[in-house]
């Protein structure tokens, strides 16, 4: 059974997106930058974001673009919030209530898998039986590097985010890239954005290497 004390279940997402949005954070500016580049540049008709939150990013899609756009996330309110912002995707848009750390998910299969920031709250294992299971070409990954900082930078609205320190963890690019090569995957773009309190987002898409 999904684990009820998970505590992104309760962070308010306004709390959440207006310490994101922070001038010493500037990380939902941000990655609404890298979201319009990783939902546009490849030739895929369906996508699935793991960690979608209130769908920032979700507006760079154009009409018609994809078939299928998955939205996963484990706070439902949070869900809620996204569907309700983007009435023109409805057609194509399913948003599913999941924890992506339990042994057992059901998930479509997609082309793309877009996963911000959420690698250190699921873990490589869970993020390898995710992919497992939705059996993407392509995984666009954004991670962070904190340069000796805690993740949750501080900011007036940062006090009721510090639960979800106890269930994150750093996660190693070079780690990741290796693990994902070891898997079959190759990497095909990488790119580093320093942010203005000192840590770096890195982003990292990789193609399955086609079986000989």
């Known amino acids: 059974m999904p684990d009820m004390r998970n505590p992104w279940r309760d ?9 994101m949005a922070e001038q010493k954070i500037y990380q939902l500016q941000e990655l609404n930058r890298l979201m319009e580049r990783q939902l546009n ?3 895929v008709h369906s996508v699935a974001i793991l960690g979608v939150a209130g769908g920032n990013g979700l507006e760079h899609i154009a009409a018609g673009q ?16 996204c569907w309700r912002r983007y009435p023109q995707l409805q057609s194509c848009l399913q948003l599913l209530c999941v924890d992506l750390r339990q042994s057992e998910i059901s998930l479509p299969q ?19 039986h995710c992919l497992a299971v939705v059996k993407p070409e392509i995984v666009s990954c954004v991670v962070q590097q904190n340069q000796k900082e805690a993740f949750v930078s501080p900011s007036p609205y940062s006090q009721g985010l510090q639960k979800v320190e106890d269930i994150h963890q750093d996660i190693d ?7 994902m090569k070891g898997s079959g995957w190759s990497v095909i773009l990488r790119e580093e954005i320093p942010m ?3 840590k ?3 982003r ?4 399955l290497k086609l079986q000989e």
């Open 11 to 19: 962070v308010p997402l306004d709390q959440y997106e207006k310490h």
């Open 41 to 43: 540049g490849y030739d």
């Open 66 to 81: 994809y078939k299928t756009i998955v939205g996963v996330d484990i706070n439902e309110n949070y869900l809620n919030t």
């Open 110 to 128: 997609v082309d793309l898998v877009v996963a911000d920031l959420i690698l250190e709250y699921i873990g490589m294992g869970a993020f390898f």
């Open 173 to 179: 690019p070079a780690e990741l890239v290796a693990l």
């Open 196 to 198: 203005p309190n000192g």
């Open 200 to 202: 770096r987002l890195i």
């Open 204 to 207: 990292l898409d990789f193609r």
